[in-house]
């Protein structure tokens, strides 16, 4: 329809986040916003943090912490207090995560550090485990490539700044990123290296009605919210007048 009748076309596309918490970061910060920016209804969201890059310092730490957490959540009625994680969309959807996770934990470099069972469902429902892979330096495979669309994260560790924002830059998409750092100069200088429409620094959530959503690369063409999105359906026109 927008080649036939030469109109604007506003897509969004999808995205694989790449979340990055640096040794300077406050671990237990990071933590909270990788719980929402992970696993926010279920990991269904196009800025979902997908693959998490953690710097080697902190490695071990985080793991420890986070599984913890993951293995807090407990899945069942999303219409429920006590829920924190709800079905997937359809079982088309949960069978999507469920091909992404084997063909990448048939790899022999990785690794499952935890899926959580932790239910109170009837299992005639698309759920889908919370789910924490290691995946070392392996970036030959699904979930690093793919968006998931689901509760399951990806965890790479790192030593260096360069190779950090090489691995998150790495893929098609380029929706939204997360950095944790308490170094402002390099908030600055990774928020700007990094190839996505958005970056939240030390925030797990930054979506809002005033700030322009969209993204870069595959993951989508114009902006929605603030006046960016006003944009989107507004000509320009130029008046010229001779003195």
């Known amino acids: 329809s927008s080649g036939i009748n030469a109109e604007y076309g506003h897509m969004e596309l ?3 986040a790449p979340l990055i918490v ?10 909270n916003a990788t719980m929402m920016a992970k696993f926010k209804n ?4 196009c800025n979902a943090a997908n693959r998490l890059f953690v710097h080697s310092s902190i ?8 599984s913890q957490r993951i293995l807090a959540l407990r899945m069942g009625n999303g219409m429920e207090r006590k829920t924190d994680i709800g079905p997937l969309v359809n079982s088309k959807g949960s069978e999507k995560v469920r091909t992404i996770v084997k063909n990448t934990v048939d790899n022999a470099e990785i690794e499952l550090i935890v899926s959580n069972e932790n239910t109170d469902h009837s299992s005639e429902l698309p759920y ?5 892979l290691s995946c070392n330096s392996n970036t030959n495979v699904s979930i690093f490539h793919e968006e998931i669309f689901g509760p399951v994260a990806a965890l790479y560790s790192f030593d260096t700044e360069d190779e950090v924002i090489h691995l998150a830059n790495s893929t098609r ?5 997360y950095i944790f750092t308490r170094d402002l100069a390099q908030s600055w200088r990774v928020s700007e290296a990094l190839e996505y429409g958005m970056v939240a620094v ?3 959530a930054i979506s809002s009605a005033c700030n322009p959503f969209g993204g870069w690369k595959e993951s989508g063409i114009g902006r929605e919210a603030g006046h960016f999105g006003i944009d989107e359906f507004t000509e320009n026109k130029l008046i ?4």
């Open 14 to 16: 999808g995205g694989n």
């Open 22 to 31: 640096f040794d300077s970061a406050d671990v237990d910060r990071a933590l």
């Open 42 to 45: 279920a990991g269904q969201a």
């Open 59 to 66: 490695y071990s730490e985080f793991v420890e912490k986070l």
């Open 128 to 132: 889908y485990s919370p789910t924490l």
């Open 173 to 177: 998409y380029g929706l939204q990123a």
């Open 202 to 204: 030390n925030e797990g």
């Open 240 to 243: 010229c007048f001779g003195l």
